[in-house]
Nanobody, 123 residues
């Protein structure tokens, strides 16, 4: 069993930056693809970014490409999402998740989820 805890959310003005962290406990996550997803009020949970087990492959949603960067630290058992040039449409609850079924951006294929952290971008 693995527990995921997100941190780093908050309120920021448009154009600002935030750095989200996901800390894993209970087992190492080094062998698994990790993802960041987000859910705005009244909307479905959407893929934001994923990173493979080694960190050598990443994939981003078109809406965040060039602004967000996903990374991982095996020694710390963490995954990070650096978010720059934030926009009001980035406002959502952001979730960290783990999948054991390969390099996928499909939320339903992720078995473990954190509780989420709120990101609010004001205009």
């Amino acid at each position: 069993q693995v527990q995921l805890v997100e941190s780093g959310g908050g309120l920021v003005q448009a154009g600002g930056s935030l750095r989200l962290s996901c800390a894993a406990s209970g087992r190492t996550i080094r062998s698994y693809t990790m993802g960041w997803f987000r859910q705005a009020p009244g909307k479905e949970r959407d893929f934001v970014a994923i990173i493979n087990w080694s960190g050598g492959s990443t994939h981003y949603a078109d809406s965040v490409k060039g602004r967000f960067t996903i990374s991982r630290d095996h020694a710390k058992n963490t995954v990070t999402l650096q978010m720059n040039s934030l926009r009001p449409e980035d406002t959502a609850v952001y979730y960290c998740a783990l999948t054991s079924v390969g390099f996928t951006s499909t939320p339903s294929r992720y078995a473990y989820w954190g509780q989420g952290t709120q990101v609010t971008v004001s205009s």
